[in-house]
């Protein structure tokens, strides 16, 4: 089980290297982030996000703290992406440094202990799920799903995964289906529009996803269609599994929901196709459509 | 108020043209037919599908009468698309004929009231929305949306169009969002995955769809992701209207729901991106879901 996405951010001595992530799955290509402003402009140009941008965060925190502060490079990083929650991850951080850790050693520190809780958090999902798992994913959730076959197989327990293209970056396709197809875990990719279709079939048994942000009350803020997935899940029975982090006091009305440049509504299409387009980037998933949030935790 | 797409196929003399409606919105090509089997090549590769299937069903049968039976035609057309009900087209064509017209004849009499009975359509659809009518579409109902805009703004009545792309094959982008940009209808394209939250902000009063088959009991099978739609539309109070013709004594049982090519579930993206996929073609709404059926009847 392997996959650039496990670990799309690379600290190398002092040179921080990020993964291209529009590149995949044609090339496997690492841009160089000199100082902050690279870093910044990666984000907003989605070269990386999901995991990569919570590992660009705390290393852009160790390696530049001698010109920005923890507080400085939240908000710089929450202007580029409004609508997770990187002042929280400052609040980490700051946390680790006033029990004496070095910035460098408090993100280190988190960084290693995050693909842990990673791997157990798709374990305590694997044991919930029933075999066989035909499982409906939208977007990327950097190989945890991986991990989610490997305990799943561990378990007797048979996977299929359909992965919805997630239009219009086709992070389903270009991401989540390559790194799958990589690792020979069985997969097939649905257009967007076809996934109530094949609900209403009885081929998907339930349906898992990454969470950009999730409230106390459940809600979650994801990738936009990760809503209709979960009403139309809803309606048939099937249940939802979001894999949620950081749960905080926030209520999803006080979030910012990013919207992304209309231009974006084409990508991957003939650029002549530049025309009008309304381009909401996440959905918020009430916690009335949610089965049960898988949490990151011990 | 025009589009290429209101008549996509043409005789001309002996000579039959059909618009290639996957060339758009970057060529108006025309793809001559000079035997059945060109017909029936242009029908497998969906250079021409709706109306275009319909136009190009009569002429085959007035064209090629010399050697192919309404009935050797009617059976090559739907084993192509097995979905659309070219049987009772053919009925519809033995029909006039029976009355005792020429094929051609009959061909002519019946395309030439079908443009006549489709204003008629958009006109009782314009007179039971309200204004401002924001309307949610997928596919591509070839130039009826005109006629509809047409009738809404005679009736005073103001209008915006949200476009659903319709991947793969991107009828919504391609071919609805570009006859409606050129006739200046306010527009906007939005990615498949993007209806629900649309819908939640209270940004659609209505959702309008074409319909490739109805049935008695006011069941509708069209281009996939149309179910979708309805059942989201049903839980916010959206009312739903397909443009329906030629509802039968059919059951939704007894119709075959066409299975496309898996590699075109990536048209219009790279090519090396050919890989595993399931793409199920049409949908089916049950009438639960539908407001009303506007009927296309004098």
Not at 100 to 114: L, N, P, R, V
Request: aromatic share 10%; with cysteine; charged share 25%.
């Amino acid at each position: 089980m392997n996959s650039p996405l496990l670990a799309p951010v690379r600290l190398d001595g002092n040179r921080i290297f990020v993964l291209d992530e529009t590149a995949l799955p044609f090339r496997e290509d690492y841009l160089e982030v000199k100082k902050l402003d690279d870093a910044l402009w990666i984000l907003g140009e989605m070269k990386t996000r999901s995991l990569g941008q919570v590992l660009l965060f705390f290393y852009c925190c160790a390696l530049f703290k001698g010109s920005h502060s923890i507080d400085d490079v939240s908000a710089k990083f929450k202007q580029r992406r409004p609508t997770f929650d990187f002042l929280a991850l400052g609040d980490i951080l700051k946390g680790q440094i006033k029990k004496g850790m070095e910035t460098k050693e408090a993100a280190d520190s988190f960084i290693s202990g995050f693909d842990a809780l990673r791997r157990k958090r798709a374990k305590r999902l694997a044991s919930v799920l029933s075999s066989p798992a035909n499982i409906l994913t939208i977007c990327n959730i950097n190989g945890e799903l991986l991990y989610l076959y490997k305990e799943l197989q561990a378990q007797g327990k048979d996977a299929l995964f359909y992965v919805s293209e997630t239009r219009p970056y086709l992070q389903g396709t270009r991401l989540t289906f390559w790194e799958l197809n990589k690792n020979n875990v069985p997969s097939k990719v649905i257009c967007d529009n076809q996934a109530a279709r094949i609900m209403s079939e009885g081929k998907i048994t339930c349906v898992v996803t990454g969470a950009d942000r999730a409230t106390v009350n459940g809600d979650v803020i994801n990738k936009v269609g990760t809503y209709s997935l979960a009403r139309i899940a809803k309606y048939f029975n099937i249940p939802f599994y979001p894999l949620t982090q950081y749960p905080g006091d926030i209520d999803v009305d006080n979030i910012e929901i990013e919207e992304r440049p209309r231009k974006e509504s084409f990508m991957y299409l003939e650029e002549d196709c530049l025309i009008d387009a309304f381009y909401p980037c996440f959905d918020i998933t009430k916690s009335d459509f949610i089965t049960q949030c898988i949490e990151l935790k011990p």
